[in-house]
């Protein structure tokens, strides 16, 4: 185990940081590529209408249009990272209705926390925590200054001392990876699509009732209306690409988290045991879904979704999987 501890995690740790600068950077092209297919075939099916459609000319002429916007389009992505940047940690706790506590709180909880960052001279997170009976954890953030251990009050209540110390040394095991800042800037773009989705479908339904109730703009209506159903369809497929990409990035993560917590603690017999404790029980019902993917267990919402072509909208390895090979390590 230490070899795959010594050279797993470095390898891990290393794709995290390049799949980070190609999220970055790949996301913006995402989104070009969505603006340029939207006004292309909007105006393909425009024009097709007419019975003066020329494909060539459409596509090269919509591609130069949308080029000469790519400044605004990357200024729109960097805006909206920057302000992901600087309240990413807000807005998670705002989302999960978490409180962010002190040793005065939870003393020993606090302690388990801190002592366990002094064992790998680490720089002590922001601690947090849910009220909720589902047993749950996660870690969150993108730098020193904003990562964030929180955990439920039902895991607290229902695990041992050995077992909430397992927990946390997993969640400091992702901190410690860059797991946690991959999947926040992954959270952030893919929000993206989903905010502009709602807003296109939005005034996608508010115009078609408009263009109903005036016929003397209906050659126009039919136009906008056109341009909103493409680019819904579009912006759909966009959103389903986009999380599929934030869905597979690397189920390793979560055995190499597991590893890293055994590396910490010593006791894998004590996390195989939490994890036993918590499966069937980690749904927290108001947690978003995107930070449900970053909890220390996702079950997937149909049976068969770990195996197979349907393995790439999992988040998570099965948690039995994950359990028999903690035991092994015993």
């Known amino acids: 185990m230490t070899q795959y501890a010594s050279v797993g995690l470095k390898q891990h740790i290393w794709k995290n940081n390049t799949r980070s600068v190609m999220l970055l950077c790949g996301f913006p092209l995402l989104i070009f590529m969505t603006c340029y297919l939207t006004l292309a075939l909007s105006t393909f099916w425009i024009q097709t209408e007419f019975g003066n459609a020329d494909a060539g000319v459409i596509f090269s002429q919509s591609f130069y249009k949308i080029?000469?916007?790519?400044?605004?389009?990357?200024?729109?992505?960097?805006?909206?990272?920057?302000?992901?940047?600087?309240?990413?940690?807000?807005?998670?706790?705002?989302?999960?209705?978490?409180?962010?506590?002190?040793?005065?709180?939870?003393?020993?909880?606090?302690?388990?926390?801190?002592?366990?960052?002094?064992?790998?001279?680490?720089?002590?997170?922001?601690?947090?925590?849910?009220?909720?009976?589902?047993?749950?954890?996660?870690?969150?953030?993108?730098?020193?200054?904003?990562?964030?251990?929180?955990?439920?009050?039902?895991?607290?209540?229902?695990?041992?001392?050995?077992?909430?110390?397992?927990?946390?040394?997993?969640?400091?095991?992702h901190i410690m990876n860059g797991d946690v800042r991959l999947l926040i800037i992954s959270i952030v773009f893919v929000g993206i699509f989903s905010i502009v989705l709602e807003y296109?479908?939005?005034?996608?339904?508010?115009?078609?009732?408009?263009?109903?109730?005036?016929?003397?703009?209906?050659?126009?209506?039919?136009?906008?209306?056109?341009?909103?159903?493409?680019?819904?369809?579009?912006?759909q497929f966009a959103s389903?690409?986009?999380?599929?990409?934030?869905f597979s990035l690397s189920r390793k993560r979560e055995y190499l988290a597991d590893a890293g917590a055994v590396e910490l603690t010593k006791n894998p017999a004590a996390l195989a045991s939490a994890l036993e404790k918590i499966s069937g029980k980690s749904k927290i019902d108001h947690l978003p879904?995107?930070?449900?993917?970053?909890?220390?267990?996702?079950?997937?919402?149909?049976?068969?979704l770990n195996s197979g072509l349907f393995s790439v909208f999992a988040t998570h390895p099965p948690i039995e999987r994950r359990i028999r090979i903690l035991k092994g390590m015993v």
């Not at 879904?289 to 149909?302: F, R, S, V």
């Open 67 to 173: 080029l000469q916007y790519s400044p605004h389009i990357v200024g729109f992505c960097g805006v909206w990272f920057l302000i992901a940047y600087r309240l990413n940690t807000r807005i998670v706790n705002k989302m999960a209705n978490a409180d962010l506590v002190g040793r005065d709180k939870y003393p020993k909880l606090y302690n388990m926390l801190e002592n366990l960052c002094i064992s790998r001279g680490l720089p002590m997170p922001w601690l947090a925590v849910i009220e909720s009976d589902a047993l749950n954890a996660f870690a969150s953030g993108i730098n020193r200054n904003t990562y964030t251990v929180t955990v439920t009050t039902g895991l607290m209540d229902a695990l041992d001392d050995d077992e909430m110390e397992g927990v946390l040394a997993h969640e400091l095991t």
């Open 200 to 235: 296109v479908s939005m005034f996608h339904r508010n115009r078609r009732y408009r263009t109903r109730s005036s016929s003397n703009k209906k050659g126009k209506g039919n136009q906008l209306v056109i341009f909103m159903i493409v680019a819904y369809i579009v912006l």
């Open 289 to 304: 879904d995107e930070l449900d993917a970053m909890c220390i267990e996702h079950p997937p919402y149909m049976k068969g």
């Open 240 to 246: 389903l690409l986009a999380l599929v990409i934030r």
